[in-house]
């Protein structure tokens, strides 16, 4: 995967359009940790913008007669100055990050390591791998961290589909992104 570049554009969806993304109202237990998710794929951040439109919906966010969701879009300025990481596939180690910020208590260390980045990239555990990966979590197939519950866990991911993700973890991450603009998503 590449580390991002100045005038690269990212997508975001939700159930609101965000012009200025805030950390604190970003959800703690996320892949790569608290941050502001963005993609390249403009379909992956439509279809996420619908799912959280949905889940919206379930709380009492938004009310249950909403019609759309939203995709911001976002041009990255410059990355001077930031501390980015990159997972470049979808191996062990990413799937270890992953389930370290997911769980407290697994991957200390991984999680720790990772608190020094702005900005963390790989490629995406979305809804659809979610059972695989709590299965994971589960010792479903074998003790958490063993080379086995890795190697079955990687391989039913399918992780050549996946696509990719950009977690800004920082104000001064954030301060690197320009509102560009958001689109409708009709909600059937």
Not at 52 to 75: C, H, L, M, Q, T
Request: glycine letters at 6%; one cysteine or more; charged letters at 20%.
């Amino acid at each position: 995967m590449n580390i991002l570049s100045a005038g690269a554009i990212l997508y975001h969806g939700s159930y609101c359009a965000v012009e200025n993304p805030e950390l604190g109202k970003c959800a703690r237990f996320k892949d790569f940790g608290q941050g502001f998710y963005l993609t390249t794929s403009k379909e992956q951040a439509r279809s996420f913008a619908k799912i959280s439109a949905s889940k919206a919906k379930n709380r009492g966010v938004v009310p249950i007669d909403e019609r759309f969701a939203y995709v911001s879009v976002f041009r990255v300025t410059d990355t001077v100055g930031l501390e980015t990481f990159s997972f470049e596939t979808a191996g062990v180690e990413w799937l270890h990050c992953i389930v370290a910020h997911r769980r407290s208590g697994v991957f200390d260390e991984i999680r720790k390591q990772m608190a020094a980045y702005d900005v963390v990239s790989g490629k995406i555990a979305n809804d659809d791998t979610n059972a695989t990966i709590l299965a994971y979590m589960g010792n479903v197939y074998g003790p958490i961290g063993s080379e086995r519950a890795d190697n079955i866990c990687i391989s039913l991911l399918l992780p050549e589909r996946l696509q990719n993700q950009h977690c800004f973890r920082s104000d001064k991450a954030l301060s690197k992104l320009q509102f560009v603009e958001y689109e409708t998503v009709a909600l059937s």
